[in-house]
């Protein structure tokens, strides 16, 4: 699926931190492997490739996912009728692709089992890794997503089935973890968002969100202004590191746009 050649200077860079071994694994092909939810070391590597062919940073620590998320390469996950956050995630961002794949996997999900599916994991950054994360994750990326495991056993099932099913397609890598017990899934965003529109006929829009300068005028509110420029309160919020409503008249906000 993807190049194997010499990695570029970024991709040099952002693996400079990584054991010689690994480095050492990065350089050899891997062969492909049959739809498995078991973790592997060639899934884990293609899914560094896959970040460094993307062209996609590694953020080191939360202001860089902030700075991200200002300039629209990372979007907030607010939740919806058909997926919730887990209580008390720090860091609800993702690549826009995974954003379309949850809220599209979701619809699915509630249409078939009648619950919310649960995301408890998102963007990580690398200073806030669990111990035992792999150091290759891509995490830190917002390519990743964990899932929780549904308790209910036709529920496990059909998540499962539509996991390997999306990862022969080759759109992404899904593994079920045990400590602690969730469904970790990279999805490649070029590859995701051309097999939705293949499967929809229909052009998708993803990408960076480009930021327009607005002065703040008397009797205006976020709402109004979210409003009137076709984006929501909270992404004005993160674009500009507010962390209330109140605004003045006079300041300049930045206002994210499609």
């Given at each position: ?15 400079a ?12 092909p ?6 498995s939810?078991r973790?592997?070391?060639p899934?884990?590597?293609r ?5 460094k062919?993307h ?27 058909s997926?919730?956050l887990?209580?008390g995630m720090?860091?609800?961002f ?7 794949f ?9 249409g ?5 599916l649960v ?12 111990r ?7 995490h830190?990326?917002g ?14 099932s059909?998540?499962e089935?539509t996991?390997l099913?999306?990862?022969r ?22 590859d995701?968002?051309s ?8 052009p998708v ?27 929501t309160?909270?992404?004005?919020q ?9 605004i003045?008249?006079?300041q ?7």
């Amino acid at each position: 699926m993807f190049c194997r050649t010499t990695l570029p200077l970024f991709g040099r860079l952002a693996l400079a931190a990584l054991p010689a071994l690994l480095l050492a694994e990065l350089t050899l092909p891997t062969a492909a492997e049959a739809a498995s939810l078991r973790p592997s070391r060639p899934s884990l590597l293609r899914q560094v490739y896959a970040a460094k062919d993307h062209g996609y940073p590694f953020a080191r620590d939360p202001s860089e996912v902030q700075s991200l998320a200002s300039q629209g390469h990372l979007v907030r996950l607010p939740g919806s009728r058909s997926y919730e956050l887990k209580r008390g995630m720090r860091y609800p961002f993702a690549r826009p692709e995974v954003r379309l794949f949850v809220e599209r996997l979701s619809s699915q999900y509630r249409g078939r089992c009648g619950e919310k599916l649960v995301v408890t994991s998102l963007v990580r950054p690398r200073n806030r890794q669990p111990r035992n994360s792999s150091p290759l994750s891509v995490h830190p990326t917002g390519m990743a997503m964990d899932l929780r495991v549904p308790s209910k056993r036709t529920c496990r099932s059909w998540l499962e089935g539509t996991l390997l099913q999306l990862e022969r397609t080759g759109v992404l890598e899904a593994s079920r973890e045990r400590y602690p017990p969730h469904y970790h899934v990279v999805l490649f965003p070029d590859d995701y968002r051309s097999y939705v529109e293949r499967i929809t006929g229909k052009p998708v829009v993803v990408g960076v969100v480009t930021l327009t300068r607005y002065r703040v005028r008397r009797g205006d509110t976020l709402w109004k202004i979210a409003r009137r420029h076709g984006t929501t309160v909270r992404e004005i919020q993160d674009a500009n590191n507010l962390r209330s409503n109140l605004i003045r008249p006079g300041q300049v906000l930045a206002i994210p746009r499609r």
